[in-house]
């Protein structure tokens, strides 16, 4: 068995439209939210940080005081024309058919959830051995979809609120969940 990497994925703070689909829309994070950030990820172990070009990721990777590389691949999943919507304000028949397979059912002009899971794949193959990146939820669900198999539907059990950090140890042909902090 070849040696583990171990990945930290570290969820934004909580941004200044709490509870919508914010996807690729760029909204600033409040200062608790980066603040939040930087209290789960002190005492963690990185060489260097990666994030999310939007900036409720990269203003919260900033404030870690380390250089930072931003990565595109590491956006949340794209909800097309229900970007920036509220869940509550969307037809709930759609809403209910994107959640129960979000691959089928992607949002109108949005991503499928496989092309999430495949750019995230990619992502997470390129990073080096203990690397904190900071993203966002959908990022990190696809990341455990990749590296532990869990399907669109088992991802949404994993509570990941903002500012949440999950430690994996990936094998090459395995993962590990180690922890989740908040």
């Not at 200044?16 to 996807?23: A, D, E, H, T």
């Not at 794949?121 to 080096?128: E, F, G, H, V």
């Amino acid at each position: 068995m070849s040696a583990a990497r171990t990945v930290h994925l570290l969820r934004h703070g909580a941004t200044l439209r709490p509870g919508r689909l914010l996807g690729h829309r760029d909204v600033a994070v409040t200062p608790q939210g980066i603040a939040d950030c930087v209290r789960v990820a002190a005492g963690t172990a990185y060489t260097q940080v990666v994030s999310s070009d939007l900036s409720r990721a990269a203003d919260c990777a900033a404030a870690l005081g380390a250089p930072v590389h931003h990565d595109p691949r590491w956006r949340e999943l794209d909800f097309g024309a229900w970007d920036g919507d509220d869940p509550a304000t969307l037809p709930a028949d759609a809403l209910a058919a994107f959640w129960r397979d979000p691959d089928a059912n992607p949002p109108p002009q949005g991503e499928r959830w496989s092309a999430l899971v495949t750019r995230v794949t990619a992502a997470l193959a390129d990073l080096p051995e203990g690397v904190l990146v900071v993203t966002h939820g959908g990022a990190i669900r696809a990341a455990l979809a990749s590296a532990c198999g869990f399907d669109a539907q088992q991802v949404w059990a994993f509570d990941l609120p903002c500012a949440a950090l999950l430690t994996l140890r990936l094998w090459r042909d395995t993962a590990q969940v180690v922890g989740l902090r908040t």
